[in-house]
Structure formats: structure tokens, C-alpha cells
């Protein structure tokens, strides 16, 4: 996959659990875990910006581009 989710990055940099995120931002920790590990096919803007609110975040900070080799 070319997108790369750093939300793992970004919950240790805040010292903040996915529990604690997802209870903040409204969303069930399984979806956020889906989030987390990439299995989903999109995001809806309105969770990225509570995210990035709750992390003190820029969405860049969340996702990365890599090329597939």
C-alpha cells in the first residue's frame, strides 16, 4: 500500500493510548485498530480532524505516501 498510517508514532509521541483517543474523539477502539493498521479504504475528514485535534497534529503528521517499489 502506498499510504502509510503513523498513528502509532503520533499516539507515543503524546504518550496517549488508542483506548484514550478513541473515547475523545468518538469512535469504538476497533475502528480506530482498523485506523492504526491500515485496513480501511478511507477516512472521513471529520475523524482526521478530531484526530489531529485531540494529538495536536497536522494530518501529514498521520499519513505518508511511500511508492510502491
Sequence with gaps: ??????LDVMLAKRKMRSK??????GI??????LLK???????RFET????????????GDLLEHKPDA
Excluded: F, H, W, Y
Design 48 to 59: 482526521l480532524d478530531r484526530i489531529c485535534a485531540a494529538l495536536q497534529c497536522q494530518p
Design 28 to 33: 469504538t477502539e476497533a475502528n480506530l485498530s
Design 20 to 25: 484514550e483517543l478513541a473515547e475523545t474523539i
Design 37 to 43: 493498521s491500515g485496513k480501511v479504504k478511507g477516512v
Design 1 to 6: 500500500m502506498a499510504i502509510v498510517v503513523n
